[in-house]
C-alpha cells in the first residue's frame, strides 16, 4: 500500500517563528488533507489540497502531485498551534480509504 | 464544512464488558464511514471500513469478532468493543467522506478505558 512519510518528526517553535512541515507519498493520490491534531484529540481539517497552493490565514500549504510531496507553511507561530500536524491520503487504488502519515508534533513556546 | 458526531468522548468500562461508540455524520448521508484506532503519540491507523446496508471491510489484524462494526442507516455508524480488555484501551475515533471528492471530516473521538 501507499507509504506516507512526514518531518520533522518533532518540532519546537518560538512564538512568532516560521516552519515549513513536509510529506512525502509513495504513490499517486486522488486527495491529500492536512490535519492538525489539539491536546483533546480532536482532528481539525486545514486543507483539502491534492494539487497546487491554497492559503488560510497564517497557515498555507502546497502540493506537488508530480513529484509526490506536500509542504505545510506556518508564519507567525503562535502557542495555540501547538499540537499534532498529520497529511493524509487517499491513494488512487482505494479511493475512499484515508492513510494518514506519523505526524509532526509541534511545540510553540511563548 | 461537514460535521461528524461521535458519542460518547469518554467511558470508562471493567474488563469482560462491552462498549458501543456511535459515530453519526448530522448533516450529510455517508454511505461509506471508516474507523481507526490510535495508541499514545502514534499516528491514526486504519480499522474498517463501515458500509451502509452490507458488511464492514476489515484491514488485516483487525478481528472483526472483537471489534463488531453495523451502519444500519445512512447517518449512522457503531462500533462496539466487545469483551473489553485493558489492551482494548485507546483513542478511537471515525470518519466519514463528504462530497464527490471524498473529503474526510472526523469525529470527536472517543477515550476508551478498560480497567
Known amino acids: 500500500g501507499i507509504q506516507v512519510e512526514q518531518s520533522p518528526p518533532d518540532l519546537i517553535l518560538q512564538e512568532g517563528a516560521n516552519s515549513t512541515l513536509r510529506c512525502n507519498f509513495s504513490d499517486s493520490v486522488n486527495n491529500l488533507q492536512w490535519f492538525h491534531q489539539n491536546p483533546w484529540g480532536q482532528l481539525i481539517n486545514l486543507f483539502y489540497?491534492?494539487?497546487g497552493t491554497k492559503q488560510n490565514g497564517r497557515l498555507s500549504a502546497t502540493t506537488v502531485a508530480t513529484e509526490r510531496y506536500s509542504l505545510l507553511y506556518i508564519s507567525s507561530s503562535q502557542t495555540t498551534d501547538s499540537g499534532v500536524y498529520f497529511c493524509?491520503?487517499?491513494?488512487?487504488?482505494?479511493?475512499?480509504?484515508?492513510?494518514f502519515g506519523p505526524g509532526t508534533s509541534l511545540s510553540v513556546i511563548p | 464544512g461537514a460535521v461528524v458526531s461521535q458519542h460518547p468522548s469518554r467511558v470508562i468500562c471493567k474488563s469482560g464488558t462491552s462498549v458501543k461508540i456511535e459515530c453519526r455524520s448530522l448533516?450529510?448521508?455517508?454511505?461509506?464511514m471508516f474507523w481507526y484506532r490510535q495508541f499514545p503519540k502514534q499516528s491514526l491507523m486504519l480499522m474498517a471500513t463501515?458500509?451502509?446496508?452490507?458488511?464492514?471491510?476489515?484491514e488485516q489484524g483487525v478481528e472483526k469478532d472483537k471489534f463488531l462494526i453495523n451502519h444500519a442507516s445512512l447517518t449512522l455508524s457503531t462500533l462496539t468493543v466487545t469483551s473489553a480488555h485493558p489492551e482494548d484501551s485507546s483513542f478511537y475515533i471515525c470518519?466519514?467522506?463528504?462530497?464527490?471528492?471524498?473529503?474526510?471530516?472526523f469525529g470527536q473521538g472517543t477515550r476508551l478505558t478498560v480497567v
Open positions: 489540497i491534492p494539487s
Open positions: 463501515s458500509n451502509e446496508g452490507s458488511k464492514a471491510t476489515y
Open positions: 448533516d450529510f448521508q455517508a454511505t461509506t
Open positions: 493524509a491520503v487517499n491513494s488512487q487504488t482505494s479511493y475512499d480509504k484515508v492513510i
Open positions: 470518519s466519514a467522506n463528504h462530497g464527490g471528492r471524498a473529503e474526510a471530516f
